[in-house]
């Protein structure tokens, strides 16, 4: 690594001289040669292997498609059109991780005409099986099935999603930001470490749309965890789903995202991959799929389905409220944040009474006295972040924990998830017939007076308030607020989440109802984990 001085950190081996040379003269002229030969013999073991992407100047510019006349979803949209209030959207709470991952089905066998999916993270398990296996069918119908994910934690085989998207009808992929030298993660590293503020910006928008009729947009990636399938562990997330006129506000931030100039296209990641490869693909998503039918997926269908029955009772399940999509702007150097904007406006308690749900939970000195001057106003603020226990980022928990004590001091009501949550909240997480061995905490809520809520992607840490782009949806609405501020309430209560406090001597302490003690147990990786994180000063990159 190239230190800010410019010269790379290198020395000779100490009292190197070379004969007939003073030794000040000869010690600089060999420190030279080496640190440069260091440098040059570095980068080649590093960059050997490595493919590059290259440059693309011919990348089409696609846009959403729109409503098509018929088909399911759009007579559902109409259907939830009739009666609502003119500019009100339709919205529904997606708490559950099995009713998540059936939404999405849902969405995709009723779709007619397109498919667009944003994702940070789409990662090879049962559920991004069962999903993708859909969304092939579907272009195979002739629905146009747009992808884009963020390149960071990208792990699929590039001859597969080349061979996808070029030989696959209707079907494109692109990858957002993505490194250029391919094939040797030492390499990426590399490059990461010597372009470090274009890459470290990455894309955490989750969202779901299909024929621009209804759309999922929320915290949940594409993996195991997030829709109750993990023996390890799985995620307590949110997501809403939503009709109306907030469905082409977030159809046209996808194709702010798909058309900019870091979204690269999948085709041109390999110049390898064909149709056999396609095919073969196929036919391991497949032998996965009927291996899995009758267990861990016994609660999904594993073919597509009609889901009429599903869409006729959304009238009677959906409430309404103005809705606003916030996405920051694709484009580092346009980036205004703002998602933060958006949730701060929506945060001026005008009743004295705010509450927060997030996994990782950092936030600045401003905003812990923003905190402390809303207490001095007599606005309540409450805040429900994850135990160690349950937290599957223990880095993040060890900054977390610098910041806790103060909170505490200022007010706050703070509550950290149990890892072993009560029976009701265990029914959100798990999808028989999994039941996984610890709970993690990934959703991200904000309820205000019970009134307004905001449901997105943004973590309330750093890196999601100054470096990734963000998205979420900004809801006027009693009913949906007042629903997520219930499950909230039962979620920090004494069977699933502990309260931190202070005791008669300052120290924190932990109660649930009975119980009470110091900080509760956790594994010892974890603790770890976050005590060698906090020692860092990586707070700024969490």
Request: proline letters at 6%.
């Amino acid at each position: 690594m190239i230190p800010a001085g410019g010269e790379p950190k290198f020395a000779p081996p100490a009292g190197c001289r070379v004969a007939g040379l003073p030794a000040r003269r000869s010690a600089g002229k060999l420190d030279r040669m080496f640190r440069w030969s260091a440098v040059m013999a570095l980068a080649g073991i590093l960059l050997s292997g490595c493919g590059s992407l290259p440059e693309v100047t011919d990348k089409p510019v696609t846009t959403s498609l729109p409503a098509p006349d018929s088909g399911p979803l759009v007579t559902t949209a109409r259907r939830l059109a009739s009666g609502r209030p003119a500019g009100d959207s339709s919205l529904l709470l997606l708490a559950s991780n099995k009713e998540a991952l059936d939404w999405r089905l849902a969405l995709v066998d009723s779709a007619r005409s397109s498919i667009d999916i944003q994702l940070y993270l789409w990662h090879p398990s049962s559920s991004s099986s069962l999903l993708f296996d859909r969304v092939l069918r579907a272009a195979e119908r002739g629905v146009r099935v747009r992808i884009l994910v963020d390149d960071f934690l990208f792990n699929a085989k590039e001859k597969n999603i080349a061979a996808v998207c070029r030989h696959h009808p209707n079907l494109d992929i692109r990858i957002f930001n993505p490194t250029k030298l391919r094939g040797n993660p030492v390499g990426s590293l590399w490059e990461f470490l010597f372009n470090f503020a274009e890459l470290n910006r990455r894309m955490h928008n989750k969202t779901f749309t299909a024929d621009r009729s209804l759309t999922i947009v929320g915290g949940r990636n594409i993996a195991d965890h997030y829709f109750g399938l993990d023996e390890h562990y799985n995620f307590l997330d949110l997501d809403v789903l939503a009709a109306g006129p907030v469905v082409a506000d977030v159809a046209e931030g996808f194709d702010a995202f798909w058309n900019s100039a870091d979204a690269f296209p999948g085709e041109r990641l390999s110049s390898r991959g064909d149709a056999e490869d396609v095919a073969a693909l196929r036919a391991t998503i497949a032998s996965q799929l009927e291996e899995e039918r009758h267990t861990r997926l016994s609660s999904f269908p594993v073919e597509p389905r009609s889901w009429e029955p599903e869409l006729s009772r959304l009238p009677r399940r959906m409430v309404h409220g103005r809705a606003r999509f916030l996405q920051d702007d694709p484009n580092r150097d346009d980036d205004d944040r703002r998602v933060v904007a958006g949730i701060t406006e929506m945060t001026r308690s005008r009743k004295g009474e705010v509450l927060f749900v997030t996994p990782y939970l950092i936030p600045s000195d401003g905003a812990i006295d923003r905190v402390g001057r809303a207490q001095q106003a007599g606005i309540r603020v409450g805040i429900l972040a994850p135990s160690l226990a349950a937290n599957n980022q223990a880095a993040a928990h060890g900054h977390y924990i610098k910041k806790r004590g103060t909170l505490v001091d200022r007010g706050v009501l703070l509550y950290e998830l149990k890892d072993q949550p009560a029976e009701e909240i265990r029914a959100l997480v798990d999808t028989p017939p999994v039941r996984s061995a610890a709970v993690n905490l990934h959703g991200k809520a904000i309820v205000g007076d019970r009134e307004r809520c905001f449901v997105g992607s943004m973590n309330l840490d750093p890196r999601a308030m100054q470096i990734n782009t963000e998205s979420g949806l900004l809801i006027d609405s009693p009913e949906i607020s007042g629903e997520l501020f219930e499950l909230l309430k039962r979620t920090a209560g004494p069977e699933s989440a502990w309260a931190v406090t202070r005791d008669e001597r300052g120290r924190l302490k932990w109660t649930a109802g009975e119980e009470s003690g110091g900080e509760p147990p956790a594994k010892a990786s974890k603790r770890f984990i976050s005590w060698i994180s906090g020692l860092l000063p990586i707070e700024s990159q969490l």
